[in-house]
């Protein structure tokens, strides 16, 4: 009887796609120990008392009073915080959309386009917050509300990361994402997160040259190759001394052949919103 063999390693090829939408530690640093912190938070913020969750989350809070008294601490205790919890949609959209970005970037240009869209997106929506206070436009209790979570950094992330899709996965995921942003909007269940939404996209959308500049430089290819024109060979003198060059030339000689090459693409991800 004879026994069929099978290529090893063909079930670990099968999963390595897979694998690679997840975050690792050496491929993905930032986003395998944000996903930790994140982790840590998030079953703190569901095992512990609530009192001190409430407590924690208002000081974390990115409210104009906050950010006038304390500016960094909570512009990076907010970005600690899910809203929604581990299970939401925003937790696993930033799973993938940061992976997804991180494994064509780095680490650390991952960082600076998260924290652009959360730093950015915040004092552009709390500063008019403050100055409306001030005029007497708003009642002093504006100051004070409570606003943390990732996703003005993950909006900024899925802006980025969009820039470095293929056409055809590009424009229908911005559509997407900026139809529910827009549904959001006319709802205006929360304007100053609404709000800071759209913005934290179009921060990472602003990032298009940037992130497809460093992703080329991390893959050693360009941006936007193109097969260089190539001149014309000089035409040969007449007369003896050019038919004596017509046969010292080798035969078949070819110029250099450019081949354009274009970055790989990615995989759609699943998008979520939540308390910026």
Sequence with gaps: MQRIRRPAGGTGRALSP?????????????????????????????HADPHTVTALLRDSSTDMAHLARTPLLVLVGSALWIAGGLLSTSAVSFLLVLTALERRIGALRTGAVFLAGHVLATLATEIPVGVAVAAGHLPDSSLHRMDYGISFGLMAGVGALSGLLPPLLRW???????????????????????????????IGVACWPLVRRW?????????????????????APSGPVGAAAADASPVGSAGPIAESERPPGNTSTLLGIESG
Aim: charged share 10%; no cysteine.
């Design 18 to 46: 897979l694998l690679r939408l997840l975050p690792t530690p050496a491929g993905t640093p930032f986003t395998f120990v944000y996903v930790l912190v994140l982790v840590a938070t998030s079953l703190f913020a569901e």
């Design 172 to 202: 229908p995921l911005l559509a997407a994402v900026a139809t529910t942003l827009v549904q959001a909007l006319l709802v205006l269940g929360d304007p100053l997160t609404d709000w800071g939404h759209p913005l934290s996209l179009a």
């Design 215 to 235: 992703a080329a430089a991390r893959t050693g290819r360009a941006p936007e190759a193109s097969a260089p024109a190539t001149s014309a060979p000089p035409a």
